[in-house]
């Protein structure tokens, strides 16, 4: 059974930083694109941005609203992908997901991150 | 970036109805790269339809993606109580990746 587990959630005051993690098993992890997708209260579903596989090249993409704050990264080793978020907003505060796959085919439960003062 | 509109914003339909719901693309998807899922409050979203058309594992065939270049719709034929939930598309052929702004279907 595929399950994603996230975590390093929680509150952060505007211009911190905080970086997810997200722990994948009953898959191939080095196979897999990672994505990380979040939703704003209220709002819809938001892409934030991915990471390919090594097999793929490892590149990552992001969201133009993320780019140049957020750094998405992998490690195979561990079968856990990061979502490291910098000079943080409060537009930022969301639950966010972390997916597998390129049409994001299974997701974690995901994880509050409140930016406030 | 690829936009996508969902219509109708609320779909008010009784257990055992037909739902059909719509997502338009602002440029041709290339290849059909769209996905369906559905979200209900507390839950991980669920990938429904992928390829605009192809189940993903161990979805009911009462749901049924359909359509190419900039409509696509997903038909539930017979709505089951759980059913009732919030359903997003999104595009996958072009980064960044886009998703709909989502079509809640309400118990009438």
């Not at chain 2, 914003?9 to 790269?33: K, M, W």
Request: contains cysteine; neutral net charge; glycine residues 12%.
């Amino acid at each position: 059974e595929v399950q994603l587990v996230e975590s390093g959630g929680g509150l952060v005051k505007p211009g911190g930083s905080l970086r997810l993690s997200c722990a994948g098993s009953g898959f191939t992890f080095s196979n897999a694109w990672m994505n990380w997708v979040r939703q704003a209260p209220e709002k819809g579903l938001e892409w934030v941005g991915r990471i390919k596989s090594k097999a793929n090249g490892g590149t990552t993409d992001y969201a133009a609203p993320v780019k140049g704050r957020f750094t998405i990264s992998r490690d195979d080793s561990k079968n856990t992908a990061y979502l490291q978020m910098n000079s943080l907003k409060t537009e930022d505060t969301a639950m966010y997901y972390c997916t597998t796959g390129w049409y994001l085919d299974y997701w974690g439960q995901g994880i509050l991150v409140t930016v406030s003062s | 970036e690829i936009v996508l509109t969902q219509s109708p914003a609320t779909l008010s339909l009784s257990p055992g109805e037909r739902a059909t719901l719509s997502c338009g693309a602002s440029q041709s998807l290339s290849s059909s790269y769209l996905a369906w899922y559905q979200h209900k409050a507390g839950q991980a979203p669920r990938l429904l339809i992928y390829g605009a058309s192809s189940r993903a594992t161990g979805i009911p065939d009462r749901f049924s993606g359909s359509g190419s270049g900039t409509d696509f719709t997903l038909t539930i034929s017979r709505l089951e109580p759980e059913d009732f939930a919030v359903y997003f598309c999104l595009q996958y052929g072009t980064s960044p990746l886009t998703f709909g702004g989502g079509t809640k279907v309400e118990i009438k």
